[in-house]
């Protein structure tokens, strides 16, 4: 099993930063990449950035948030961080971490989602 837990949530205003941290724990065979999702109220869950577990670290941004925020991984350890820059309160919403991994060689490929962490976007 894969467990996260989410740090670096709070209060931020317009035009601020905020980091995320994700800490990955457990035990699998194989992490194959590590994201960020968020959660408005009333909105579905929408993908937010992407990072290969991998050595070449490939990254994937939606589009609201390209050029604002970036999404990195510690070399030596599981943790992923989100940096969100320039912040609008439109990026207010439950942040989530996601793996997508397998636990095992014999098992398939799963994701595993963290409680999330709150941010609040107000001046």
């Known amino acids: 099993q894969v467990q996260l837990v989410e740090f670096g949530g709070g209060l931020v205003q317009p035009g601020g930063s905020l980091r995320l941290s994700c800490a990955a724990s457990?035990?699998?065979?194989?992490?194959?990449?590590m994201a960020w999702y968020r959660q408005a109220p009333g909105k579905q869950r929408e993908h937010v950035a992407t990072?290969?577990?991998?050595?070449?670290?490939?990254?994937l941004y939606a589009d609201s948030v390209k050029g604002r925020f970036t999404i990195s991984k510690d070399k030596n350890s599981n943790v992923v961080y989100l940096l969100m820059n320039n912040v609008k309160p439109e990026d207010a919403a439950v942040y989530y971490c996601?793996?997508?991994?397998?636990?095992?060689?014999?098992?398939?490929?799963?994701?595993?989602w963290g409680q999330g962490t709150q941010v609040t976007v107000s001046s």
């Open positions: 990072i290969s577990a991998d050595t070449d670290g490939k990254t």
């Open positions: 996601n793996v997508d991994a397998q636990i095992s060689y014999w098992t398939s490929r799963e994701g595993y």
């Open positions: 457990g035990s699998w065979y194989f992490i194959y990449t």
